[in-house]
């Protein structure tokens, strides 16, 4: 089955991200998945919900804010500020980012802070959840290795390990990982999977658009998740820890200028010179970085 961009059915998007995109946060990330684009953000303030002083709850708190531009999507939206409240969208949204990032964090050793991730997406192109928690971790990350943060942790990083997340699809009975909108809005089952480093999963949220989908069905969707995510955290080590630049796809080696072919073998598995050539299938993946 063909898909619109030219896409293996197993291949995610061309990923970018950008460090430091912002002056004023702690840390701050752009994060790109094809067409869709999301700045996620870090801030810390020095105090906490006035829930836990109450219920003499010991450490900090993590909690995110997502919303999208109006003309982020095709159509405009409306402002949310200017109705006079968040959608339910948005609030669901958010709390997934939220309690994804807490489900890796110590909170005890956050001390008596808040942190503040902001998700705005500035343009949407389908899986915006996917990528505000994928990009939100690694501006976590990032903002960690901040000395001054880490001294307020205790020296410290209260960061367990990284998640990331995808979307995948059943579109005209075919499995398809990282949808755009178009297929997403074609998709009978819309699965969006958000897992840790080690292995585990922290959420999925899956839905029969259409008709209802299988055990095997479900696991299938499954292992196609965990497969695109593994490339991802490849890519976020890459960035967080620095590097050689990958070189750019060949001319032969492309997908129509979305990600090469990759480097995954026909039943999914890959290698450590395997990863390596999927980083290089992404070769834009650290153009944008300010080092």
Not at 81 to 87: E, L, V
């Amino acid at each position: 089955m063909e898909r619109k961009d030219g896409r293996r059915l197993d291949q995610l998007r061309w990923m970018k991200a950008t460090r430091n995109y912002l002056n004023n946060p702690v840390s701050s990330v752009l994060i790109e998945f094809g067409g869709t684009k999301v700045v996620c953000s870090v801030s810390v303030d020095p105090k906490i919900p006035g829930w836990m002083r109450a219920q003499k709850v010991p450490g900090g708190w993590l909690t995110c804010e997502y919303g999208m531009l109006p003309a982020s999507t095709r159509d405009r939206m409306q402002r949310e500020a200017s109705s006079g409240k968040q959608g339910g969208r948005t609030v669901e949204i958010q709390r997934l980012i939220g309690r994804s990032l807490r489900s890796v964090i110590d909170l005890e050793k956050l001390g008596q802070n808040t942190i503040y991730i902001d998700c705005d997406v500035i343009d949407a192109d389908g899986g915006t959840r996917c990528a505000g928690i994928t990009g939100a971790s690694l501006a976590l990350q990032l903002a960690f290795r901040n000395r001054r943060l880490l001294n307020m942790c205790g020296g410290e990083s209260p960061l367990r390990e990284n998640i990331a997340a995808i979307s995948v699809g059943m579109v005209d009975g075919v499995p398809m990982l990282d949808l755009c909108y178009d297929e997403d809005c074609r998709a009978e089952v819309d699965l969006n999977v958000v897992m840790t480093e080690s292995g585990n999963f922290v959420e999925i949220q899956g839905t029969a658009e259409r008709n209802p989908f299988s055990r095997a069905q479900l696991n299938e969707m499954l292992d196609l998740a965990e497969s695109g995510i593994r490339k991802i955290f490849e890519i976020q080590r890459g960035i967080i820890y620095g590097g050689d630049k990958p070189s750019a796809p060949s001319a032969n080696g492309g997908n129509g200028g979305n990600g090469g072919n990759g480097g995954n073998d026909n039943n999914g598995r890959s290698g450590g010179g395997k990863a390596k050539s999927e980083l290089n299938s992404l070769g834009d993946a650290f153009a944008n970085i300010k080092l």
